[in-house]
Antibody, heavy 121, light 107 residues
Framework: QVQLQESGPGLVKPSETLSLTCTVS??????????WTWVRQPAGKGLEWIGRISNGGTTKYNASLESRVTISLDISRRQFSLKLSSVTAADTAVYFC?????????????WGQGTLVTVSS | EIVLTQSPDFLSVTPQEKVTITCRASQNIGYDLHWYQQKAGQSPKLLIKFAAQPFSGVPSRFSGSGSGTYFTLTINRLEPEDVATYYC?????????FGGGTRVEIK
């Protein structure tokens, strides 16, 4: 059973860079069958897909965030990471890492518990 | 971007009642529609993939149907533990998008 766990600062100052890491346990991390994905959710609101990375390092981002987002992968550490630059209060949200099926139009079968990131001075 | 519109926004139902939630897509997405349950303070959990395929371990009272632009999630005989917000998600085209959610509570 795969498990995902987010980690990183819970408070980020405006204009700075938000950095989160997701550590994956289980036997699927090296598999080409999956994408490693970030989704966020502002308090009381819906889900927003941020982007994903494949095992081969190919990234896809939500165009609404693309100029500020970088997702990277460290297979040896079984981790993938999110960096979001120039943050504002609008980036305050719970951030989830997740495993997305690597098939066309695949579902998101496994999620981390989420971590709240607050942007405030 | 494909827009998913869920209805209703909110449902208050009695236990054992049947619940139907709809999700409409702004364009034809075939069967590339998935459903999630999110309980308060928790991460979403996959219920149904590709419109009608139950995910592993999901109780049989949850079912999905539809194709193209119209999809439904049905909960037969609602249980108290089904209190949650339900989201649809399309993987047909990037960016991946989610519906706005339907909150279900017990009357």
């Amino acid at each position: 059973q795969v498990q995902l766990q987010e980690s990183g600062p819970g408070l980020v100052k405006p204009s700075e860079t938000l950095s989160l890491t997701c550590t994956v346990s289980g036997d699927s991390f090296g598999s080409p069958k999956y994408y490693w994905t970030w989704v966020r959710q502002p308090a009381g609101k819906g889900l927003e897909w941020i982007g994903r990375i494949s095992n081969g390092g190919t990234t896809k981002y939500n165009a609404s965030l693309e100029s500020r987002v970088t997702i990277s992968l460290d297979i040896s550490r079984r981790q993938f990471s999110l960096k979001l630059s120039s943050v504002t209060a609008a980036d305050t949200a719970v951030y989830f890492c997740a495993r997305e099926a690597g098939t066309v139009a695949g579902s998101i079968g496994y999620w981390g518990q989420g971590t709240l990131v607050t942007v405030s001075s | 971007e494909i827009v998913l519109t869920q209805s209703p926004d909110f449902l208050s139902v009695t236990p054992q009642e049947k619940v139907t939630i709809t999700c409409r897509a702004s364009q034809n997405i075939g069967y590339d529609l998935h459903w999630y349950q999110q309980k308060a303070g928790q991460s979403p959990k996959l219920l149904i993939k590709f419109a009608a395929q139950p995910f592993s371990g999901v109780p049989s009272r949850f079912s999905g149907s539809g194709s193209g632009t119209y999809f439904t999630l049905t909960i037969n005989r609602l249980e108290p533990e089904d209190v949650a917000t339900y989201y649809c998600h399309q993987g047909y085209a990037l960016p991946i998008t989610f519906g706005g959610g339907t909150r279900v509570e017990i009357k």
